[in-house]
């Protein structure tokens, strides 16, 4: 089945496109060990993403590119889906971090600044951001 049959719906599509995304770039270094695998398991349960299209999306021949967006919001676009996903269960562990990280580097921040965009995130996702950024937040949007 080719991969594109599996790209149906706009959300389940954006969800699959992550997991291929998260996929390469466990895979970037060689294979994918254990505790990649594992957590892509656990990304492909909160992305709704099928044995199948699991299969279809971890096969060696297929190599799926990186899209990185041109635009600036587009990138932080995709960061903050890719953090909706990671706390859909409320909790961010080690290796989704570590994840997260390689995702942001890959859309084309440089790793200081992907650490501090996800520090921020985290914060701002656990609902621990410092009362000055929250009230720049809600001013903004008033």
């Not at 895979?27 to 994918?32: K, P, R, S, V």
């Not at 060696?60 to 890719?82: A, Q």
């Not at 971090?97 to 501090?116: D, N, Q, W």
């Amino acid at each position: 089945m080719p991969i594109l049959d599996l790209y149906e719906h706009g959300d389940h599509r954006k969800n699959l496109a992550h997991f291929a995304t998260l996929a390469s770039l466990a895979a970037i270094d060689g294979e994918i060990n254990p505790k990649e695998k594992a957590i892509l398991e656990k990304f492909a349960f909160k992305l709704n993403i099928t044995e199948e299209e699991i299969k279809e999306v971890m096969k060696k021949d297929n190599k799926y590119p990186i899209e990185t967006p041109h635009s600036g919001e587009k990138r932080y676009k995709r960061l903050f889906e890719f953090f909706q996903i990671i706390f859909s269960d409320h909790d961010i562990d080690e290796g989704e971090r570590k994840m997260v990280e390689r995702y942001a580097i890959g859309l084309g921040f440089s790793p200081k600044k992907a650490t501090e965009i996800i520090d921020k995130s985290i914060k701002i996702f656990t609902g621990k951001i410092p009362f000055e950024d929250y009230f720049e937040l809600v001013k903004r949007e008033s």
